[in-house]
């Protein structure tokens, strides 16, 4: 048995920030999915945004009778190296926080769509909504690497009967 | 008799010339043409446990007359970079002063360098 969930919600993101068509240098930035936020040495290019699960599995709790709620916390890292740049930037690493953030918040109940979608069966997406993140996470930082992450919540409802 | 390091630079085989890029302030540099620079073997560097992300790893030996030579008062200090004439631009991250002569002044200074690439 497999259960599929996790990957096509990871895959619904990549779909969601790749739509982005974000840049860096006139060079669309590639957008992958992995099960760690990492750069794989001579496979993946210098800048890339990477998809990945959070480490803590989603929790289930009780919506409603017969309905159970997760939450999925998804991360979007932007990986980029940092030649002792510690100024410049800045104006560009905003704009791409921003606007994966307006992307994923966008999303309510009431404007009805969806950035993310799993498809058909006992679950459905309910809720995505920006979560917390780092602007420039600073260990990276001193390891010559720009490392940005934005934390993405998807809550899904799950009948259990 | 004082021991003269002054023209140990000349010892080593292969020198390379590299442009080194001396940080004057945030977000600025200012490049000399250092001859004589010496690297040791590149290494696969520190791994960062939470995400995997590695640096490569080479330790350039650069010394004091070549220094001047080319213009620079400056020493070098981490955060400046120096260019390889293979291409690769490297982060100084250490660096150690040594062979001190009789008045105390290093001769040569051993940069411990990464990459991110």
Redesign the interface.
């Known amino acids: 048995m497999a259960n599929t969930v996790i990957d096509d919600v990871l895959n619904s993101v990549v779909s969601g920030v790749a739509s982005l068509g974000l840049q860096a240098g006139g060079v669309t930035i590639p957008v992958v999915k992995r099960k760690?936020?990492?750069?794989e040495?001579t496979i993946d290019p210098?800048t890339q945004f990477v998809v990945s699960m959070a480490e803590a599995l989603p929790r289930p709790e009780r919506f409603c009778a017969a309905m159970l709620r997760y939450e999925l916390r998804v991360e979007i890292t932007l990986?980029t190296?940092?030649?002792?740049?510690?100024?410049?930037s800045i104006p560009q690493l905003s704009d791409w926080y921003g606007q994966v953030r307006d992307k994923f918040s966008a999303t309510s109940t009431t404007k009805g769509t969806f950035p993310v979608t799993i498809p058909a069966g006992p679950a459905a997406v309910w809720m995505v909504k920006p979560g917390d993140g780092a602007f420039l996470d600073r260990?990276?930082l001193n390891?010559?690497?720009d490392?940005q992450q934005q934390v993405v919540s998807v809550f899904l409802l799950t009948r259990t009967r | 008799m004082p021991l003269d390091l002054s023209q140990a630079y000349l010892v080593p085989d292969a020198p390379v010339t590299i442009t080194y890029k001396s940080?004057t302030a945030?977000?600025a540099f200012s490049a000399y043409t250092v001859a004589n620079v010496h690297r040791r073997m590149t290494a696969k560097g520190?791994v960062?446990a939470a995400?995997?992300?590695?640096?490569r790893e080479a330790y350039f030996h650069i010394w004091r007359g070549p220094l001047a030579s080319a213009g620079m008062s400056a020493v070098p200090k981490r955060?400046?970079?120096l260019d390889h004439p293979a291409g690769v631009?490297w982060?100084v991250r250490e660096v150690e002063e040594c062979d001190l002569d009789s008045s105390g002044l290093a001769q040569r200074f051993r940069c411990r360098c990464?990459?991110?690439?």
């Open positions: 760690l936020p990492l750069k040495e210098a990986i190296p940092n030649r002792s740049d510690y100024v410049g260990p990276r390891f010559a690497y490392y | 940080k945030p977000g520190q960062d995400t995997g992300l590695q640096t955060d400046d970079l631009e982060l990464v990459t991110p690439d």
